[in-house]
T-cell receptor, first 112, second 113 residues
Framework: DTAVSQTPKYLVTQMGNDKSIKCEQN?????MYWYKQDSKKFLKIMFS???????INETVPNRFSPKSPDKAHLNLHINSLELGDSAVYFC???????????FGQGTRLTVV | AQSVTQPDIHITVSEGASLELRCNYS??????LFWYVQSPGQGLQLLLK??????LVQGIKGFEAEFKRSQSSFNLRKPSVHWSDAAEYFC???????????FGPGTRLSVLP
């Protein structure tokens, strides 16, 4: 069983489109994250949710909107995609009892 | 707020040689420290973690790391590198539950045959 799963794994889309990336964790964790990894491999936190409540919201364009329908899911919706949004996006989850973060396999987004 | 630096962007070692990857952190309280590895095209896998207690921690794949509070460091070591260790290595610091989980910029390890 996959602990943290993201879909899709690859996403190629044109500038200006709106797209969503889905994330689900079956670990029973209370906290979920979205990270962006740029071409230089730098991992930058974007959002963190705890029990469906937004905890961390780093400096991210408001075209990016996270949605957490329940504790096990944290989806990322991106409006009006730009070339600079091309990156790998990672979802992760974590809990107070087990403080390392568990990561999904990533979604490679390419905006053309 | 936490921050992490990894001074070496890229390190090349020969197979069988020893390895040390450096990590320095900044955090006002006792940190939780982690090393992750990312193979090309893959997600992040936890190598080891430090929460408290013994400052020398053992991880998977023969890696170990030592926490030195006086130097704010958490360096990763391996006595003999294998070609399959070639990957990107990330040091991370986490604090309390629900708060930021911050990564360093990463160190790319290349292994020569």
């Amino acid at each position: 069983d996959t602990a943290v799963s993201q879909t899709p794994k690859y996403l190629v889309t044109q500038m200006g489109n709106d797209k969503s990336i889905k994330c689900e964790q079956n670990l029973g964790h209370d906290t979920m994250y979205w990270y962006k990894q740029d071409s230089k491999k730098f991992l930058k936190i974007m959002f963190s949710y705890n029990n469906k409540e937004l905890i961390i919201n780093e400096t991210v364009p408001n075209r990016f909107s996270p949605k957490s329908p329940d504790k096990a899911h944290l989806n990322l919706h991106i409006n009006s995609l730009e070339l600079g949004d091309s990156a790998v996006y990672f979802c992760a989850s974590r809990t107070e009892l087990n403080t390392e973060a568990f990561f999904g396999q990533g979604t490679r987004l390419t905006v053309v | 707020a936490q921050s992490v630096t990894q001074p070496d962007i890229h390190i090349t070692v020969s197979e069988g040689a020893s390895l040390e990857l450096r990590c320095n952190y900044s955090y006002g309280a006792t940190p939780y420290l982690f090393w992750y590895v990312q193979s090309p095209g893959q997600g992040l896998q936890l190598l080891l973690k430090y929460f408290s207690g013994d400052t020398l921690v053992q991880g998977i794949k023969g890696f170990e790391a030592e926490f030195k509070r006086s130097q704010s460091s958490f360096n990763l070591r391996k006595p003999s590198v294998h070609w399959s260790d070639a990957a990107e290595y990330f040091c991370a610091v986490g604090a309390h539950y629900g708060q930021n989980f911050v990564f360093g910029p990463g160190t790319r390890l290349s292994v020569l045959p």
